[in-house]
């Protein structure tokens, strides 16, 4: 079980410590309260998700032996106009730079952890749609 805890500090501050014992600040926009300081609740779901699939990739693609020098993954979430403000749409963005690197390689990698692997993934498809395409750069 993985359990995290999160102290209220000031303003809309507060700081999550994870099981793993590793810990951030959240904070909100001053318009509403906040410093800040950290990135927002709704933010850190994308990074979850993009962070997620990222590991996934990457260990496929290593297993493959795909020459991969570089990963980055851009996560666009669209939220609802009313509340609760959920996300709706959410599409993610693979760009794989590196050496001889096979499209096949990618898109299989890819669709596995989208379809198979990716726990952040899994989670929050009940909640919104989600996409995902990717780019390869041949170094």
């Not at 050496?99 to 009940?126: D, H, P, Q």
């Amino acid at each position: 079980m993985l359990d995290a805890k999160i102290t209220y500090v000031k303003g809309l501050q507060f700081v999550g410590d994870s099981s793993s014992g590793h810990a951030l600040v959240m904070d909100g926009e001053p318009s509403v309260g906040g410093h800040n300081t950290g990135p927002r609740p709704m933010e850190l779901l994308l990074l979850g998700a993009g962070g997620c699939s990222g590991m996934d990739v990457i260990s496929i693609l290593k297993k493959k032996r795909q020459e991969v020098t570089g990963l980055e993954i851009r996560v666009k979430g669209e939220k609802a106009e009313e509340y609760p403000k959920k996300f709706t749409h959410i599409t993610l963005e693979f760009i794989v730079k590196g050496r001889n690197i096979s499209e096949e390689a990618v898109k299989k990698a890819i669709e596995l952890s989208m379809n198979k692997y990716c726990s952040v993934k899994a989670t929050l498809e009940g909640a919104a749609k989600i996409g995902f395409s990717c780019k390869i750069i041949q170094e």
